[in-house]
Structure formats: structure tokens, C-alpha cells
Nanobody, 115 residues
Framework: QVQLVESGGGLVQAGGSLSLSCAAS????????MGWYRQAPGKQRGLVAG???????NYADSVKGRFTISRDNAKNTVYLQMNSLKPEDTAVYYC?????????WGQGTQVTVAS
């Protein structure tokens, strides 16, 4: 019953910034581990950033210091602020909610960073 809708993707120049949003319905993002993943063509989907129910965050080494995951419980939305973007950040970015019954995924939003 969980629905996740990502938005905010687009085309940016290298070094630029972009903010992604993941709006959730059916479940509260505040009580689950929420993650941002990305997948480029021909590549495996991998975790970019995650945030736990208590607010702890974790990041892939490739984005540490550049990306920030956050959560607005009132809006039931998770965000990914991406700064200092690099061409290798180009991918479809997915939001996921983690719980015992399995992961729930959004449809993804395309992020393209021009070289």
C-alpha cells in the first residue's frame, strides 16, 4: 500500500546542485529506514544515502560530503540535496522504504549531469 513518488530530477551542469524529493503515502517515513538509490544504464542499483527512524544517516563513499539526505515528517517526505554534482552522478534516482515486508520503490527520477 506504500506509494513513493520522486521528483526534482533534471539536467544540471557539473558542479551544480539539485534537490530530489520523495513523497510517501500509505506509510510514515518517520518510522522506517528510507533510502535513496541510483542506477545508471548497465549498472547495478546501489544505495546513495539512507536515513533511519531515529535520524541517523549513511552515505555511499562516492557522495560523502556532497549529498545530504533529510526528512520532513510533517510532509511525509524524504529529500536528497545533491551538491557539487559530477557526470558520474548521472543516473535514475529511486526512493525506497525499508521494512520487514520488503522494500517499496518509487518510479525514479532522472538526474543528468553534463560534463
Amino acid at each position: 500500500q506504500v506509494q513513493l513518488v520522486e521528483s526534482g530530477g533534471g539536467l544540471v551542469q557539473a558542479g551544480g546542485s539539485l534537490s530530489l524529493s520523495c513523497a510517501a503515502s500509505g506509510s510514515a517515513v518517520s518510522i522506517y529506514y528510507m533510502g535513496w538509490y541510483r542506477q545508471a544504464p548497465g549498472k547495478q542499483r546501489g544505495l546513495v544515502a539512507g536515513i533511519t527512524s531515529d535520524g541517523s544517516t549513511n552515505y555511499a563513499d562516492s557522495v560523502k560530503g556532497r549529498f545530504t539526505i533529510s526528512r520532513d515528517n510533517a510532509k511525509n517526505t524524504v529529500y536528497l540535496q545533491m551538491n557539487s554534482l559530477k557526470p558520474e552522478d548521472t543516473a535514475v534516482y529511486y526512493c525506497a522504504l525499508h521494512r520487514g515486508g520488503g522494500l517499496s520503490w518509487g518510479q525514479g527520477t532522472q538526474v543528468t549531469v553534463a560534463s
